[in-house]
């Protein structure tokens, strides 16, 4: 293998006083020394030009590869593999020419001042994703070091904080993290005022009485809007369970509805995604509405269109659900394909297509039924709610 002609170098707060000998002899040998701004002016002016990184971020990627043939040092904040630029480099050049020497991370350097263990703390990259991706983790006694794209950033966390019932959480503002003369500034959410100057992170002591979302199937019904159009609950922890979501798998959210089905499932893990298809203008409207509410818009697609024409040119699903709209043409579009295939309905229409199919392909044939206690004159009696029936294929 050739030596590596790209070496990216992650530098601190405290310039190059903070860089490995391993670093420093990679900065002193570059031919040529590419970062921000910010981190050039760390390094000491010689005989290697200094380019600064344009924005858009792209465009120093073009740069970069025409300066293949020279050694190369980029500077990167900290550990550029954790939320930095590291890995879309590298995704852009062969294995072999380049290598990489991280600097302690900002998220490292933010637990160590305040006692916690890294591995239980939530560390999320807020710099330029939406406040809402620290939905799923905001339960009372949670840690999280979150990163912000400047100083008046705090201020639209902390209002993020508030909104959401979690006002009284210690919010510490840490400001040149790694610098000789670093400054922190702790205070509840709901209280926190002063000015910030970037590069800064947060970490945030989680307290209040907001909304927690479970860390089971079966989120509780208001935290979706809907029009009435929902799989309930009961029906949707059971129709999750049935789905069996994975890391890394994809689902086609058939007759979305309120989404409340393709929601849960990228809820389920950060690394699922799924594609909604609802026919009806104002219901994609609020799918999306609720994931971008629920921090989950970069992993949720919303198609408005009626199935199965718009299957055609989907992502691979890994998973199938039919919540609504279904037919046999519909049936016969995704019961070829390999995935998991759940379709529940509540007409006897549909359960008539679902039984011919279950005697046809198999799969596993189930009827929920579910009664409420309600008022019945004095005293309770048990109120029926329509049973559904649910049809699951594994392919």
Known sequence: MSDPWLTII????????????????????AQVIMGPPRHLAMVPTGDAPHIAWPVPFSDGIARLQKLRGQRVAVLASGDPFWFGAGSVIARHFDAGEWTALPGPSCFSLA??????????????????????????????????????????AVTDLTTALTD?????????????LGAPEPRLT??????????????????????????ALS???????????????????????????????????????????????ALEWVLAHPHTTATCIEPRAERAARITQNAAALGVSHRLT?????????????????????????SREMLAAVIPLPARLVANVVTLEGEALLSEAQAEHGGTLMRIALSSATPLGPKRGWSASYPVVQWSLSR
């Open 215 to 261: 860390v089971a199937t079966g989120q509780d019904d208001t935290i979706f809007e809907s029009d009435g159009q929902i799989t309930k609950r009961p029906i949707r922890a059971i129709t999750l369970s049935t789905l069996a979501p994975k890391a890394n798998e994809h689902l086609w959210d058939i007759g979305g509805g309120s989404g409340s089905i």
């Open 302 to 326: 919303v198609i408005q269109s009626a199935a199965p024409d718009a299957l055609n040119g989907l992502p691979p699903a890994n998973a199938i659900f039919i919540g609504g709209g279904l």
């Open 186 to 211: 702790a205070a509840p959410a709901c209280a926190l005022t002063g000015t910030f100057e970037h590069p800064l992170v947060a970490a945030i002591e989680v307290q209040g009485d907001g909304v």
């Open 10 to 29: 992650g530098i601190g707060e405290d310039g190059v006083a903070g860089l490995s000998d391993a670093s420093q002899a990679a900065l002193d040998a």
């Open 111 to 152: 637990a160590a001042e305040m006692g916690w263990a890294v591995q239980d703390t939530v560390c999320l990259g807020l710099h330029a994703a939406p406040f809402a991706q620290m939905r799923r983790h905001l339960n009372r006694g949670a840690h999280l070091i979150v990163t912000l794209r400047d100083g008046a």
């Open 164 to 176: 959401l019932g979690f006002g009284p959480s210690i919010v510490t503002v840490m400001e040149r």
